[in-house]
């Protein structure tokens, strides 16, 4: 990584001369376009020419007008779009000699040595040939007359860079490829819409996804919507399954639920390798049981549909990432792959990448399938595990016996998500042996009594649910800090757990620096940062965001849509966030807005007069439409109102204007699949630490812990979840605004402002450093900041 005193700047690199290629191959996957506008925009940003390949590796090979230039408007409205607007082709040809050298001759002709691959392992697989191969077609093409010596020896290098466009997630070295959020979308809306109706007949349902080679879909759907039983390749079940499945079946109907759900993938078989479908599983379940069951296979809908707020971001920043890893490669460079890594781009050998996903599949050739769950990377198996804890309830005989009481609440405004996380650290809480104890309405309820145990059925279905079952309050302890206490020592409570936002990390730190007084406070705390806001220090993400994130998107493409109708119109969107802009920066650069005003980033009434004579420049070409986002407390006197009016006073004869302030419906709502997954995940991580905590506290017969380790918050800084003592994050916060002092999220905004057309300046020293992928990495606690 580049040191502090050797920054590296966007705009000092330079592309003129250059030309940069994009295509898409394969299987088309949603958030494809918004890589094609970030490679597209952002090399012609820097003075590269910068050409659309329309379908795939068949218009590589064919040339003519497939191959054509982009221009800046060639990508506008492409970001809302599922898909590949470029198109994307199989290819027979280009897997022939002869048809990699008509490819090559058709790149010399324009003089284009940097490719860009949008697609899966084969298509990836291919590029890498193709660079490979390079300098041996340029000689053949001069041996055959069809290009000149002095071409060959210009363009003697070919430099690749790929991204990984793929629903099924089935790529090693990247924690999530461009589609796989979208598609899990488009299953979990299926999944929410049949709950409804299986429930009014107590009916099972058995849905198929995607997923012929990689269960990614099936295990984080199964694990989103809290299914009965999963079905994936990688870890097929072990034999005599058909009656532990059936008998699971009906406990859970004997609990008192009106359903059942069982997910398989397209892949799963049996340990001997014979296949298990849908109808199998039905037919099981209909001979053993005899409940009505029905068979929903999804099919190519989890291909389609718009692409998720996660998609558009994740793709966008790779695009950037891709154009400069071009930009920097050189003929020693390997090929690379732009992938994610907990939240931060990596570069990674392309080839590395593709031998460990071929791997995963000799592995499960070869029936080594821990190995196959292993080298699939820590992203799956972090899911696996959780869903292992979480899916099978052990029999009370096999549980460890321990006499510790958890309370778990919810505090602050509520999120989506909430209820995932309350469900998950319940069920791993009784499967650890504790008592759970609910507490209703934050901690005004905790010191009016609202407390009682809450049983491992009590929290059936709750992961679809949004806002907060067990109700939320702002209220913070330090007022009622007897009373709590007293409700502490009245119902024995050893630990506690605090799913919140900004308050409830205040709520902590109170209690923290309370246990001198009161020794009930003397116990494992841990905070889950929940809030749609994503202010808390301490977390690069808060269960809520990104379903609010994606309400805001959703609201945006829709508001797109109406401008796009009437022309020449701009809009003035306020979101929520109190002074923290990250719903309104990560929101604007999803949605494709010209601004976002923030707290964080001060602007004067000169900043808003260039943007709206950028939107006057705008007009005069063929996007005649505006987007500008606001956050609620970016500025008190520069309000939305006074926004819209200097923006229509100013506009007068060019463009009109509406605004738009989207309220509350950016706190409602069914939890996206990300909050689901990081709530469920975040969860169980904390009670498995409250667990251990309370084993090393435990002296004497009581539990007894005040030292900074035992009140932390658990959050996830760049690429690992840490616990991080909550005292020790007040230095990074600033408590008046309620956010913290550094937030890694300003660093996306300038992407934004290139994307819309804006000279500014980027720092890319943390780009740049080519990474290897790590093996058989296991998935480790960690407390404190990493290193």
């Excluded at 659309?52 to 218009?59: L, T």
């Excluded at 009109?656 to 169980?684: E, W, Y």
Aim: glycine share 10%; proline share 3%.
């Amino acid at each position: 990584m580049a040191q502090p005193d050797q920054k590296k700047f966007f705009e000092n690199l330079s592309g003129a001369g250059k030309a940069i290629a994009v295509l898409t191959s394969g299987g088309d996957a949603q958030g494809m376009n918004a890589a094609v506008r970030a490679v597209v925009r952002v090399g012609i940003y820097i003075g590269a020419k910068v050409y659309f390949i329309h379908e795939g590796y068949q218009g590589l090979v064919d040339g003519g007008e497939n191959i054509e230039e982009a221009k800046w408007e060639s990508v506008s409205s492409m970001l809302q779009v599922g898909g590949t607007v470029i198109g994307s082709a199989r290819c027979k040809e280009f897997r022939t000699h002869e048809g990699r050298r008509a490819a090559a001759q058709n790149l010399v002709l324009r003089g284009i040595t940097n490719l860009c691959v949008i697609g899966g392992d084969g298509s990836l697989t291919g590029a890498n040939l193709f660079r490979e191969e390079w300098s041996g077609l340029l000689d053949e093409l001069v041996q055959q007359g069809k290009i000149d010596r002095e071409s060959a020896e210009k363009y003697s290098h070919l430099n690749i860079v790929g991204m990984v466009g793929s629903i099924d997630n089935d790529f090693c070295g990247t924690d999530m490829t461009i589609g796989t959020d979208s598609a899990l979308h488009r299953i979990i809306e299926v999944v929410d819409a049949i709950v409804t109706t299986a429930q009014s007949h107590q009916r099972t349902f058995v849905l198929e996804v995607m997923g012929r080679h990689c269960g990614y879909l099936a295990l984080v759907s199964a694990l989103a919507c809290g299914a009965d039983w999963m079905f994936i390749p990688e870890m097929p079940p072990a034999d005599g399954w058909e009656e532990q499945m059936c008998t699971k079946l009906s406990e859970t109907r004997s609990r008192g639920s009106r359903l059942n759900i069982i997910i398989v993938a397209e892949g799963a078989m049996d340990r001997h390798g014979q296949v298990i479908t849908s109808s199998i599983v039905k037919d099981l379940v209909v001979k053993c049981l005899g409940f009505d069951t029905r068979v929903t296979i999804l099919g190519h809908v989890q291909r389609g549909g718009t692409p998720s707020a996660f998609d558009r971001i994740l793709a966008s920043r790779m695009g950037v990432e891709a154009v400069l890893a071009l930009l920097e490669a050189s003929a020693d460079t390997p090929a690379c792959v732009v992938s994610l890594c907990g939240n931060q781009a990596v570069r990674l050998p392309l080839m590395e990448c593709v031998q460990m996903t071929q791997e995963v599949q000799k592995a499960m050739d070869e029936r080594r399938f821990e190995e196959a769950v292993r080298l699939r990377g820590r992203s799956f198996e972090n899911n696996l595990n959780t869903y292992k804890l979480l899916a099978h309830r052990k029999p009370q005989s096999e549980l460890p016996i321990s006499s510790f009481n958890v309370a778990v609440l919810n505090v602050g405004a509520p999120a989506a998500g909430m209820n995932a996380a309350v469900r998950s650290a319940v069920r791993v809480g009784i499967t650890e042996g504790h008592k759970i104890f609910a507490v209703n309405d934050g901690f005004e309820g905790f010191a009016k009594g609202q407390i009682k145990e809450i049983k491992w059925g009590d929290v059936g279905g709750w992961t679809g649910q949004g806002g907060s079952l067990l109700g939320t309050k702002r209220t913070l302890p330090a007022k009622h800090l007897e009373k709590i206490a007293e409700q502490m020592k009245a119902n024995k409570i050893n630990a506690l757990l605090v799913i919140g936002g900004f308050e409830a990390f205040e709520c902590l730190l109170q209690l923290t620096e309370a246990r001198s007084r009161y020794e009930e406070f003397c116990i494992p705390m841990c905070v889950l940062p929940a809030t749609i806001s994503n202010n808390v220090p301490g977390t690069d993400l808060s269960i809520g965001a990104d379903t609010s994130v994606n309400a805001i998107v959703q609201t945006c493409d829709r508001i797109k849509q109406s401008a796009s109708g009437t022309k020449r119109r701009v809009f003035i969107i306020e979101t929520m966030g109190g002074y923290c802009g990250y719903l309104a920066s990560v929101g604007g650069l999803a949605a494709g807005a010209d601004a976002a005003y923030i707290f964080e980033e001060p602007f004067d009434i000169r900043d808003l007069q260039s943007n709206v004579e950028h939107l006057t420049a705008k007009m005069k070409t063929s996007i005649q439409r505006g987007l500008v986002l606001r956050n609620e407390n970016s500025n008190e006197n520069y309000t939305t109102d006074f926004i819209y009016q200097l923006y229509s006073e100013e506009g007068k004869g060019v463009f009109d204007c509406r605004k738009n302030v989207l309220g509350h419906m950016q706190q409602g709502g069914a939890p996206s699949p990300f909050d689901r997954n990081f709530g469920t995940k975040i969860a169980a991580k904390a009670m498995l630490w409250i667990s251990r905590k309370l084993k090393e506290t435990y002296r004497k017969g009581r539990v007894f812990a005040n030292t900074d380790d035992t009140a932390c918050l658990l959050g996830m800084r760049r690429r690992a979840l840490v616990f991080q003592p909550v005292v020790d994050l007040k230095n990074e916060t600033d408590f008046v605004h309620r956010i913290p002092k550094e937030q890694w999220w300003l660093k996306l905004r300038p992407l934004m402002k290139i994307l819309a057309k804006y000279k500014t300046s980027l720092d890319v020293s943390e780009s740049g450093q080519l990474e290897h992928v790590v093996r058989h990495r296991r998935p480790e606690e960690s407390e404190g900041v990493p290193a």
